[in-house]
């Protein structure tokens, strides 16, 4: 039982520590840090899913406060996406942009076909 307690556990702060890895890369804004942050991600949810699917968790309390930390972590890394994405929407805008529609959605000066917008 302790042998899966700390499997369990370090799995957790594997995980852990792959979310900060990934938070790390997206601080730099540049187009190469999406891929390994992809990565970093698909290794924490197969670790997660692997956890959950052998019942590593069920009254493991070692490893609930990494849980927490990771969830923690999780939230701030959302936030820190979606910061980027309207800022990196944003430049677009300023670069291309040719208005808004009434629905407040950004309208791009280019006609060609397949061109980016958000108009709906």
Known sequence: MDIERDEGLNACLFAEAKMLEARQL???AGPGAIEPCQNE???IVATLEKL???RTLEANSSASSALLRIRRSAQALKLQIEYSS???CGWVQLRLGAGYTQ???PVFATSEPGSC???G
Do not use: K, P
Request: charged share 20%.
């Open 26 to 28: 997206l601080l730099d």
């Open 41 to 43: 991600l698909q290794q």
């Open 52 to 54: 959950v699917s052998d």
């Open 86 to 88: 309207r800022l990196y």
């Open 103 to 105: 629905q407040g959605l």
């Open 117 to 119: 917008s958000f108009e």
